[in-house]
């Protein structure tokens, strides 16, 4: 399934083509293609080039590895989250490796390398849902995650399709057309709410 939109002003296939489903194919994703996947995170920008991020990862076809990683998955997103092939956990670490000074773009640090892995996942035909509500402490607990790495979003890997077991609400919005804010909302100039010259009527 795709749901490539229609941009306001011409972008990369890659950006406009990339959504995040709730319905996914009953089949599994190869390792080489997970494996590129966390390459593309692998070499993404991050500050003092600190890589601060982590992944833990888990698929259905190791049940109760999946069974353990579902259960950090808060119960608005179990309909359809149990569902996926691959569920993954994005961590990152507070602090900087060397000096333990706080890292203020740790968590924007982590965001720019699950940006990679989710273009590199549309280049590939598969469909990433990430997700913000997910336990935490249950997470860090079960995986004993250091006390300055944050457990931060969950995301949800397969190939998107129409899966008739998902609630009539979930399949309804994945086949919703996607909207996204003008630009001119949020580019400002001189002062903030200006809009800048630059996007400006």
Not at 122 to 148: F, N, S
Request: charged content about 25%; hydrophobic content about 40%; aromatic content about 10%.
């Amino acid at each position: 399934m795709s749901v490539s939109v229609q941009s306001a002003f011409p972008i990369n296939e890659l950006l406009s083509k990339r959504w995040s489903p709730f319905a996914f194919e009953d089949r599994s994703v190869s390792e080489e293609n997970l494996r590129a996947l966390f390459e593309a995170a692998r070499w993404s920008a991050s500050a003092a080039n600190e890589q601060p991020w982590s992944y833990i990862v888990a698929t259905r076809d190791q049940p109760e590895e999946f069974a353990r990683m579902l259960s950090c998955v808060e119960d608005i997103n179990q309909p359809w989250a149990k569902f996926a092939p691959v569920l993954v956990l994005g961590c990152t670490r507070l602090t900087f490796e060397h000096t333990g000074l706080p890292y203020a773009t740790a968590e924007h640090d982590l965001g720019l390398a699950s940006a990679n892995l989710v273009f590199e996942a549309t280049a590939r035909g598969l469909g990433v849902h990430q997700m913000i509500h997910i336990h935490r402490d249950r997470a860090k607990e079960l995986y004993e995650i250091p006390e300055d790495v944050r457990p931060l979003t969950g995301l949800a890997i397969g190939y998107a399709g129409d899966d008739w077991r998902l609630p009539q609400s979930y399949q309804q919005e994945d086949q919703a057309r996607r909207s996204r804010k003008p630009i001119d909302t949020f580019v400002f100039g001189k002062k903030w709410a200006m809009i800048s010259p630059l996007v400006g009527r």
